[in-house]
C-alpha cells in the first residue's frame, strides 16, 4: 500500500521533536470521510500537547501527529457517512487526536462543511478552530446580543480576529485590546475601539460591559471583572474564572473548550459568502516546515493565523 506522509512527534519536547513520517493511510470508519489535506492550520493547542503539559494527550498517545483543522478534498466516505461524496472540497476540525499536518486524515463527518468557493484551501484552512472557538465564546457561552458591548482581548490573534468579525456582524459594540502595531488592522476588522494594551490602561477605556471575552489570561481577566455591568459574563478560553470573583462582581464567568459542529461551521461558511468576515493570513509554510511554523505561533504574536499549505 502506497505510504503518506505525516508530521509527528515521538516524544514530547521542543520544535526539533517534530518529524516527517511515512506512514500508511487511514481508512474512514462508519460516520468518517477520508480527506486529501490541502492545508492545516496551526493553534497553539499543537505547541502545547507537544509540550507534554497538555491533560488530554499523554505517552500513551505517541507518536502523535499535530494539527485540529485542515481544508481539503473528500476522498471516501464510511459506509454511514452520508454527507458528503468524493472530490466534495470540505473544511474542519480533527478531533484532539490531531493528525491535521498530514497528506490524508479522516475526520468525523459531523466536524466538516463545505469550503467557501470563494476562498482557496490556504485561507479556509485558517477558520475551522479559531473560528469556531470565537463564534461558540462569544454566541453559545457569552450569548453576545446586537446591541451589547465586548470587550476582546487579543483581538488580532487567530481566535480574536475572527471574534471581532462576527461581534461587529452580530452588531454589538467591540472594544478590543491589540498593541500599537495593530490598532488599524483591529478597526479594519470593525473594531469600534482599539486599545494599545502596551501603552494604555484599558480600564481608561471600557466599562459597564456586557461581556469580557479573555483570550489572554492572567492580570489581563484579572483587571476585567470591574468593566462587567451587574449580570454581565466573562468567557474565557484559558484557565477556569474563578467563580468567588466572579460573585463578588456580581457577574458570571465561564471556561470552555471549543466543539466540532460542522451545521455551525456551515454558518460561518455563509457569513464569508456574503462578505461578512474574511480569514487573514499571517504567512503560509510548507507542511515540512511544520517546526518552524509552529515556532512562529509559540511567540505568541500571530496576526490570524499561520497555515501549513500540503499538497
Ligand atoms: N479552550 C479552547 O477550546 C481554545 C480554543 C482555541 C484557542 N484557545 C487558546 O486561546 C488563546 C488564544 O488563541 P489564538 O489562536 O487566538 O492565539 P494567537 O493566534 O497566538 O494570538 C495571540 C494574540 O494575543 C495577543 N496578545 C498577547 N498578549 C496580549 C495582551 N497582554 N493583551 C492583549 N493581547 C495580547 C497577541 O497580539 P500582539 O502581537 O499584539 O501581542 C496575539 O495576536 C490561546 O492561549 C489558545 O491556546 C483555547
Redesign the pocket.
Known sequence: MATIRRMRFHRFGGADVIQSDQVEPSQPDAGQILVAVRAASV???DF?IRSGKYPAVKNDRLPYAPGRDLSGTVLACGAQATRFKPGDEVFGIVNIYGGGYSEQVVLDERAVALKPTMLDHVHAAAIP??GQ?AWQGLFRHGRLQAGQSVLI??G?????HFAIQFAKAKGARVLT???AD?VNFARSLGADVAID?RTQRFEDHAADLDMVFD??DGE?RERSWLLLKRGGILVS??TPPSQETAKQHGVRATR???EADGAELAEIASLVAEGKMRPHLQQSFALDSAAAAMTA?EK????GKIVLTVQ
Do not use: M, Q, R, W
Open positions: 493553534n497553539p493547542v502545547k478552530l479559531a472557538t482581548h487579543g488580532t490573534g487567530g481566535v480574536g485590546t491589540v498593541s495593530n494594551y483570550l489572554i489581563t478560553t484559558l470552555y473548550t471549543v505561533v505568541g504574536h500571530t496576526v
